[in-house]
Every structure is written in structure tokens, then in C-alpha cells.
């Protein structure tokens, strides 16, 4: 299952623009330290499922970056 989890995440993140991917680095560089604040689970699963939904519809509009700003707000 964390195999298959994971080349799932690889498969996606392949995908990604450098944009996106300097990103996503910032906020795993993030994760990495332990931070008082945390993120609530149906934000996260909100934007996995964005991800996901424009991965098998690619066609459509992803909003993510729109967000991204708030996203990184309240990583930070």
C-alpha cells in the first residue's frame, strides 16, 4: 500500500510545473521541522483531491494555484 501510495506521489509530482515543484519543496521543507501550527485534515484532503481531480481531468481549471498564497500562509 506505501509503495503503491508512493508512486502515485511520484507519478503526480512528475507532472508538476517548476513552479509548482519549488513549491511543494518549501512545504515539505516545512513539514521537516516540527511547527505549531497544523494544517486540518479536510484542507489537505481538499487539496489532494483538487490535484487529483485536474490529473484525471486535465482540461480543467486548476485553482490550486489561485489559492497557493493562502496555502503558504498558513504553512508558514
Do not use: G
Not at 517548476?18 to 512545504?27: F, I, R, V
Not at 486540518?40 to 483538487?50: C, S
Amino acid at each position: 500500500m506505501m509503495n503503491a501510495t508512493a508512486q502515485i506521489l511520484q507519478h503526480k509530482i512528475e507532472s508538476f510545473t517548476p513552479e509548482l515543484l519549488e513549491t511543494l519543496a518549501k512545504m515539505v521543507e516545512k513539514l521537516e521541522t516540527p511547527s505549531s501550527i497544523s494544517v486540518p485534515q479536510f484542507q489537505i484532503d481538499e487539496v489532494l483531491y483538487r490535484i487529483q481531480f485536474h490529473q484525471e481531468n486535465p482540461k480543467t481549471k486548476l485553482d490550486f494555484f489561485e489559492n497557493i498564497s493562502e496555502l503558504q500562509k498558513t504553512c508558514a
